[in-house]
């Protein structure tokens, strides 16, 4: 059964920082490609960030570049999403991804791609 568990959400002034971690289980966490997601209120989930199963392939929105790095632990079957200089319109609830598929990374920007969702892990920037 494919898990995925969230954690490091909660809520920072303007400009602050956090380091988001997913948690993975129940598939072959090295050979898949790992997703970041976020839905503000009232909004579409929009892609986040995704990084490749050997860690050395990344995508990032045009929001999350430059202040969002993603990176993976294959060691431990964990995917990271540090946040950096948060602004207010990054709150929102993000969650990470999985594939159903390994070792395919073309298509990791797309929602469709993703077949396994994890609950998410609440930010708020406070102003």
């Known amino acids: 059964q494919v898990q995925l568990f969230e954690s490091g959400g909660g809520m920072v002034p303007t400009g602050g920082s956090l380091t988001l971690t997913c948690a993975a289980s129940g598939f072959d966490f090295a050979t898949t490609t790992m997703g970041w997601f976020r839905q503000a209120p009232g909004k579409e989930r929009e892609f986040v960030a995704a990084v490749g199963w050997d860690g050395d392939n990344v995508y990032y929105s045009d929001a999350a570049l430059g202040r969002f790095s993603i990176t993976r632990d294959n060691a431990k079957n964990i995917v990271y999403l540090q946040l950096k200089n948060l602004k207010s319109e990054d709150t929102a609830v993000y969650t990470c991804?999985?594939?159903?598929?390994?070792?395919?990374?073309?298509?990791?920007?797309?929602?469709?791609?993703?077949?396994?969702w994890g609950q998410g892990t609440q930010v708020t920037v406070s102003q």
């Open positions: 991804a999985a594939p159903r598929l390994a070792r395919i990374f073309a298509r990791a920007t797309q929602y469709s791609f993703y077949e396994y």
